[in-house]
């Protein structure tokens, strides 16, 4: 089982930056995606950003692509979202996720506990 804790959430104004991150420890499989997951009150939770292992072609929400960036870093089983030019609607509880994608443990998939980002003024 992986267990995953994010940080860097927090209160930030519009136009303004934060950069979450997510370390992942425990059992830790080959060929996974981490990702970075919102869901804002009322709505379903939704992909923001997703990054194989390999780092190669990550995949972005239309409504985020130019403002954040995700990348990871395999030595310290990390990933980051670095967002950017944040507006009132990126307002959500971030969560944390890594996937299996191939092998025979493929489809298992943890969850971190959530951070909330607020932008407003």
């Known amino acids: 089982q992986v267990q995953l804790v994010e940080s860097g959430g927090g209160l930030v104004q519009p136009g303004g930056s934060l950069r979450l991150s997510c370390a992942a420890s425990?059992?830790?499989?080959?060929?996974?995606?981490m990702g970075w997951y919102r869901q804002a009150p009322g709505k379903q939770r939704e992909a923001v950003a997703r990054?194989?292992?390999?780092?190669?072609?990550?995949y972005y929400l239309d409504s985020v692509k130019g403002r954040f960036t995700i990348s990871r870093d395999g030595a310290k089983n990390t990933v980051y979202l670095q967002m950017n030019s944040l507006k009132p609607e990126d307002t959500a509880v971030y969560y944390c996720?890594?996937?299996?994608?191939?092998?025979?443990?493929?489809?298992?998939?943890?969850w971190g506990q959530g951070t909330q980002v607020t932008v407003s003024s």
């Open positions: 996720n890594i996937e299996v994608v191939g092998g025979p443990m493929k489809g298992l998939s943890s």
């Open positions: 425990g059992t830790i499989f080959g060929f996974n995606v």
């Open positions: 990054i194989p292992s390999s780092s190669s072609q990550p």
